[in-house]
């Protein structure tokens, strides 16, 4: 199964939730692939993979190698990832000058399929051909929300470009669901937006929700995952919990 | 003078300095003009406004109208902007198809520079031809980051692109500086992230810093800055303090 991390709302935790998910769904016994989409690189650096370190996702977007000859160990056991590169700041106008731009991805996946229980796409935060490659290529989307007005403002537009795509595109696509994320329990804010996603968006909402803790923000700067870096912490419980809401939905 | 708020990282802050910084140097008596540049359209429902109002920065960019003759009044006194459209997401692949494709919005802004003391441009999450208009167009550019490691990592690459863009295609361009956002001061990790910004930096640091605050998240929900919206809370006060050191520095 394929999912892609996607939302083009900046900041709203898809890279957290590829490599904290990719890293829950590891711990439950499954063989997880975490691709880095994102010329920022940051799923790559959050793994402690060097940047540019070939080859990279810009070098299957671009035709050289499939998804699966790029796989790579990414630490913890059962994980593998796909970093990232700087050159895909260039891929964003490079694709759109190729035959049939949107399907890259799709034709270099490899046998990731068959490889790996489930792949992580981290997306970056725009609505460009990358992101397009990435929901092509998927069979799911989990579409992160910060648990604030702004994230709140562009989900719908998201929504929208989702159903454009899978009716152009790729008609197996699904939303697996919206999560809630950065989920601060003490302000009225982060309730009140929580109350209306689920009011709008009901079921599609998963209930696990992410709480804001300085746990799963810490965890980065020592290259690791959450459930390595605190496997006892509410962000680490609240990936694992997440993890089984992903599998059951299924 | 003309300002970019810019960061390829996503949820910084950019939009919300773009913002309230702008709605600070009104309360300070100079005419401002705030101008958004991302396809979220963020900036123009934080002043309450409509997104997809004719004229956007999709008709400026497009040649159709100057950035003067769109500006509109955002609501607070002394304060103007030109609103965003989705459009924008076509823009980012036109925008390379046509003659001089960074300068663009250079060549479209009309008086702006002598209607206005200051313009903010609140950019994408990306470093887009869309993010380089805006750099080839300003005389100085605000790099907001967020008080995180994540945020730290991406923050060498921008700053190599910003000299990238002076020598190439805007020598007068500076940095204003760089600017420390969401700062939570109950975590060591902000500690740590602003201690080693004011160590790689140093002076490039603005010294104001900006906590993170509900009163700032709640404001865009009401459509008005901070500023109005709750007049003596920290975020206001800080933004305040941003826009004296931001005219200090000229
Ligand atoms: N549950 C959480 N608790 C605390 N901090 C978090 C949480 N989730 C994410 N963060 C922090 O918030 C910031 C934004 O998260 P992240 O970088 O994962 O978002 P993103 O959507 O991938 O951003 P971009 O749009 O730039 O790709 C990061 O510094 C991250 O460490
Ligand atoms: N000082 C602060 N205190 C609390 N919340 C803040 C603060 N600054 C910004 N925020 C909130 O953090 C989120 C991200 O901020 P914002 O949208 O301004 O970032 P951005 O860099 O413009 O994001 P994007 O990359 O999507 O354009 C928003 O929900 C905003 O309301
Ligand atoms: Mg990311
Ligand atoms: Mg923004």
Redesign the interface.
């Given at each position: 199964m394929i999912y892609s991390v996607a939302n083009?709302?900046?900041?709203?935790g898809k890279?957290t939730t590829a490599v904290n998910l990719g890293a829950a769904y590891a711990l439950l016994g499954k063989k997880v692939l975490v691709v880095d989409l994102d010329?920022?690189?940051?799923a790559t650096?959050?793994f402690g993979l060097e940047k540019q370190d070939s080859p990279t996702t810009y070098e299957v977007l671009s035709g050289e190698v499939t998804l699966s000859e790029a796989a790579k160990p990414a630490g913890p056991e059962n994980v593998w990832m796909v970093p990232a590169s700087?050159d895909l700041?260039g891929a964003?106008?490079e694709l759109?000058r190729l035959e049939s731009p949107n399907f890259r991805l799709r034709e270099q996946l490899g046998s990731v399929d068959t490889e790996f229980d489930a792949v992580f796409f981290d997306c970056?935060?725009?609505?460009?051909?990358i992101t397009v490659n990435a929901l092509v290529s998927s069979d799911r989307v989990i579409v992160p929300v910060?648990a604030?007005?702004?994230a709140l403002?562009?989900l719908v537009?998201f929504l929208t470009t989702l159903s454009t795509v899978r009716r152009e595109m790729n008609p197996t696509l699904e939303l697996a669901g919206v999560l809630v994320t950065m989920h601060?329990e003490r302000?009225r804010?982060a309730q009140d937006v929580e109350r209306e996603l689920r009011d709008h968006f009901s079921e599609t909402v998963f209930r696990t929700v992410i709480p804001r803790t300085?746990r799963v923000?810490?965890a980065?700067?020592y290259g690791i995952p959450v459930t390595d870096y605190s496997p006892s912490s509410r962000g680490s419980e609240a990936y694992l919990a997440l993890a089984e809401e992903v599998l059951a939905r299924g």
């Amino acid at each position: 199964m394929i999912y892609s991390v996607a939302n083009q709302k900046g900041g709203v935790g898809k890279t957290t939730t590829a490599v904290n998910l990719g890293a829950a769904y590891a711990l439950l016994g499954k063989k997880v692939l975490v691709v880095d989409l994102d010329q920022q690189c940051n799923a790559t650096v959050a793994f402690g993979l060097e940047k540019q370190d070939s080859p990279t996702t810009y070098e299957v977007l671009s035709g050289e190698v499939t998804l699966s000859e790029a796989a790579k160990p990414a630490g913890p056991e059962n994980v593998w990832m796909v970093p990232a590169s700087r050159d895909l700041a260039g891929a964003v106008v490079e694709l759109p000058r190729l035959e049939s731009p949107n399907f890259r991805l799709r034709e270099q996946l490899g046998s990731v399929d068959t490889e790996f229980d489930a792949v992580f796409f981290d997306c970056p935060p725009a609505l460009g051909p990358i992101t397009v490659n990435a929901l092509v290529s998927s069979d799911r989307v989990i579409v992160p929300v910060q648990a604030e007005y702004l994230a709140l403002e562009g989900l719908v537009d998201f929504l929208t470009t989702l159903s454009t795509v899978r009716r152009e595109m790729n008609p197996t696509l699904e939303l697996a669901g919206v999560l809630v994320t950065m989920h601060d329990e003490r302000t009225r804010l982060a309730q009140d937006v929580e109350r209306e996603l689920r009011d709008h968006f009901s079921e599609t909402v998963f209930r696990t929700v992410i709480p804001r803790t300085v746990r799963v923000a810490e965890a980065p700067s020592y290259g690791i995952p959450v459930t390595d870096y605190s496997p006892s912490s509410r962000g680490s419980e609240a990936y694992l919990a997440l993890a089984e809401e992903v599998l059951a939905r299924g």
